[in-house]
């Protein structure tokens, strides 16, 4: 199984800063690697796709990057409503995700 | 517009069974790879299940040979039937479709999800 670690698991921001949430896949997953936004409560919503696509809708201040195991997903100006958990997710081999990373109100 | 709608939780004594369904409006569940995805209470997501358009399907290690994913074309209804249920097993559960291609696998549209308690 592929594993998938997120760090941090929590952050305290403010509005307007740059935020970054890495996350570690256990061996090579190509660009089989997704971005989710869950705020409580609600079901999860695609972000990014394919390590650095932008789903259609999602603000531009969101952005992937990354290649083989280490993958980052960056807010460039963190906006009131970006107060939520993100999850990483690798689909190259079956699926699993990440433990999620909270980012929370400084 | 495109949309899941689940439906079926509720409350299950352990090794006791349950379905789920999840209503699609607005694409043709039979042409496209359908998934499961559980989150139990304060925890994050873990994939349950997928079927392929064609058919085939696959599950995560912790509910295979207790559940079964399937489908109805004429309904355009994912199911999840679950059986030999246990206290590990109370969480919501999404259904999910899965956008594929050759360079990219991802869930792109999700259900409100339904929650199940397992529980005596």
């Known amino acids: 199984d592929i594993q998938m670690t997120q760090s941090p698991s929590s952050l305290s921001a403010s509005v307007g800063d740059r935020v970054t949430i890495t996350c570690r896949a256990s061996?090579?997953?190509?660009?089989?690697l997704n971005w989710y936004q869950q705020k409580p409560g609600k079901a999860p919503k695609l972000l990014i796709y394919?390590?650095?696509s932008l789903q259609s809708g999602v603000p531009s201040r969101f952005s992937g990057s990354g290649s083989g195991t280490d993958f980052t997903l960056t807010i460039s100006s963190l906006q009131p409503e970006d107060f939520a958990t993100y999850y990483c997710q690798q689909s190259y081999i079956a699926r699993t995700f990440g433990q999620g990373t909270k980012v929370e109100i400084k | 517009e495109v949309q899941l709608v689940e439906s079926g939780g509720g409350l299950v004594q352990p090794g006791g069974s349950l379905r789920l369904s999840c209503a699609a409006s607005g694409f043709t569940v039979s042409t496209n790879y359908m998934s499961w995805v559980r989150q139990a209470p304060e925890k994050g997501l873990e994939w349950v299940s997928i079927i392929y358009s064609g058919g085939s399907t696959y599950y995560a290690d912790s509910v295979k040979g207790r559940f079964t994913i399937s489908r109805d074309n004429s309904k355009n209804t994912l199911y999840l039937q679950m059986d030999s249920l246990r206290a590990e097993d109370t969480a919501v559960y999404y259904c999910?479709?899965?956008?594929?291609?050759?360079?990219?696998?991802?869930?792109?549209?999700w259900g409100q999800g339904t929650m199940v308690t397992v529980s005596s």
């Open positions: 394919g390590v650095s």
């Open positions: 999910a479709r899965v956008r594929v291609t050759t360079t990219y696998d991802t869930f792109d549209i």
């Open positions: 061996q090579s997953i190509s660009s089989y």
